[in-house]
């Protein structure tokens, strides 16, 4: 029986673990349509597409289908002046057959009554399909009567004319907003935070945590080239901790022991170990063991240095222990995955 990873980098990892041994039945396909309104903000678009879009190379099989709708024309011009071609016109979605209808609205959209998308979003709103809207689309969602009673998130600019138009609506001053079959985000930045929270919704903390990784590690002030979310983000973790994790981070061609460790954080052997299954989720030796392995593999992808190289690199004193080591993790030879990664498969 082969290891896996047990300990958070395997959020880092998970894209190039093999699929079909991932823990968790598999979400069924939810179909998810963006509705573009002219000059809609296209970052806050892109970055809500794009967790969709990762979570599906995460998952062993596709979890949402992506459906870009545009108005009366083929194309939609955005905030930036690049025109964007929809996979269909607005009056041709089946709204019915949609799990999430999100409107993308932008700081120059105009906000005024359409009654096409109107009838489209309570028709969808009755077949039982949630409803979203990006920086200022949630306008539509109220001027069909459909976020009387909900949060919404609403760019600053707009809130007095959405507190004057539709007393009902409860603004939030939060970024953005999932209450019950409604979502929403303020701006451009927070449209990529909402869509993850949805991912959790739907698909649970693994796989959030997994697109998190991938999407979200500029967010900290340092990035480092094995860092991790889960760790890097947490201000809570304690000074020892942080300690030991920068000890391995930049000792992973020469590996330390756990004692020297321990010694050079000035805690207990036992301490530490403790520490790391509390917040890595593994034993400091596990740890420290994947995140050699983590290296190698991106040394793989991203070099052509040689495997007995990369094995050094990573703290492997023989080649024959990194190529079983990276195998029993990644389920397939070293020399294999890297003609994998060059193919793009």
């Known amino acids: 029986m082969r290891s896996s990873f047990e300990s958070v980098l395997k959020n880092k ?20 349509a963006f509705v573009l309104r002219e000059h809609f903000s296209m970052m806050a678009f892109t970055g809500a597409v794009d967790a969709l879009v990762t979570a599906n190379l995460m998952s062993a099989q596709p979890l949402y289908e992506v459906l870009v709708v545009g108005g009366a024309e083929e194309t939609v011009v955005s905030d930036l002046g690049i025109a964007i071609s929809a996979g269909c016109r607005l009056a041709e979605l089946k709204e019915k057959e949609q ?3 999100v409107v993308c609205g932008g700081f120059r959209v105009r906000l005024q009554a359409d009654p096409l998308l109107r009838a489209k979003l309570r028709s969808a709103d009755a077949a039982g399909a949630a409803l979203g809207g990006l920086w ?9 009567g459909l976020l009387d009673g909900y949060d919404c998130a609403f760019h600053p600019d707009g809130r007095a004319m959405m507190a004057e138009l539709f007393p009902k609506v409860r603004l ?74 920068e000890l391995m981070h930049n000792n992973i061609d020469e590996p330390l022991t756990v004692d020297e460790i321990a010694l050079c954080v000035d805690i207990s052997r ?13 034993t400091p030796s596990r740890y420290y063991l994947e995140l050699r392995l983590t290296r190698a593999r991106q040394l ?46």
């Open 13 to 32: 990892n998970l894209l190039h673990l093999d699929k079909t041994a991932r823990d968790g039945v598999p979400a069924p396909l939810r179909r998810v």
């Open 99 to 101: 799990h999430l209808i």
């Open 136 to 144: 200022n689309g949630a306008y539509f969602l109220a001027e069909a």
């Open 172 to 245: 939030s001053s939060h970024a953005f907003v999932l209450d019950r079959q409604r979502i929403g985000c303020a701006g451009a930045n927070s449209s990529l935070g909402m869509m993850l929270e949805v991912l959790k919704r739907d698909c649970g903390d693994s796989l959030v945590n997994a697109v998190d990784e991938v999407l979200s590690c500029d967010k900290m002030q340092e990035v480092m080239d094995v860092s991790v979310v889960a760790v890097d983000k947490d201000p809570t973790l304690p000074q020892a901790l942080k300690l030991a994790l």
């Open 270 to 282: 036992r301490q530490l170990e403790r520490l790391f299954c509390r917040h890595v989720k593994a």
């Open 300 to 345: 793989l992808q991203q070099t052509n240095k040689s495997l007995t190289d990369i094995a050094v690199a990573s703290g492997f004193v023989s080649i024959s222990h990194f190529r079983r080591c990276f195998r029993e993790f990644f389920d397939v030879a070293p020399g294999r995955f890297r003609a994998g990664a060059r193919q793009g498969g």
